[in-house]
């Protein structure tokens, strides 16, 4: 059993920028975030492939593309969520999540079904 913990989530202004963070209590091979609004499914934001780089590695929700950046971060087992120019349907509760596998496709990397354990979520709140 893993568990995850993340932190960073807070208010912000619009076009302004978090950091989230998820903690991991040991490894896993894949890590992403994911996000639910009120009265919304839960959605795929970014996922990575643990200890790899290049194509098929990283991918991310086309409403994020180029404004989040999801990496992995000292100390050893932690990965973040940069989000910059922060939108209002940005708001959120955001998840961590890990899994034992890895599909390098994003229909299933930003599938919440292929991923074992989970965080309890951190509030983002985007505000004018």
């Known amino acids: 059993q893993v568990h995850l913990v993340e932190s960073g989530g807070g208010s912000v202004q619009i076009g302004g920028s978090l950091r989230l963070s998820c903690a991991a209590s040991?490894?896993?091979?894949?890590v992403a975030w994911f996000r639910q609004a009120p009265g919304k499914e839960r959605e795929g934001v970014a996922a990575?492939?643990?200890?790899?780089?290049?194509?098929?590695?990283?991918f991310y929700a086309d409403s994020v593309q180029g404004r989040f950046t999801i990496s992995q971060a000292a100390p050893e087992n932690t990965v973040s969520l940069q989000m910059n120019s922060l939108k209002p349907e940005d708001a959120a509760i955001y998840y961590c999540?890990?899994?034992?596998?890895?599909?390098?496709?994003?229909?299933?990397?930003?599938?919440?079904?292929?991923?074992?354990?989970w965080g309890q979520g951190t509030q983002v709140i985007v505000s004018s």
């Open positions: 999540a890990a899994g034992e596998t890895w599909v390098a496709h994003p229909m299933y990397a930003l599938d919440a079904k292929i991923y074992d354990y």
């Open positions: 040991g490894e896993t091979v894949s």
């Open positions: 990575l492939r643990v200890g790899e780089r290049g194509t098929g590695s990283i």
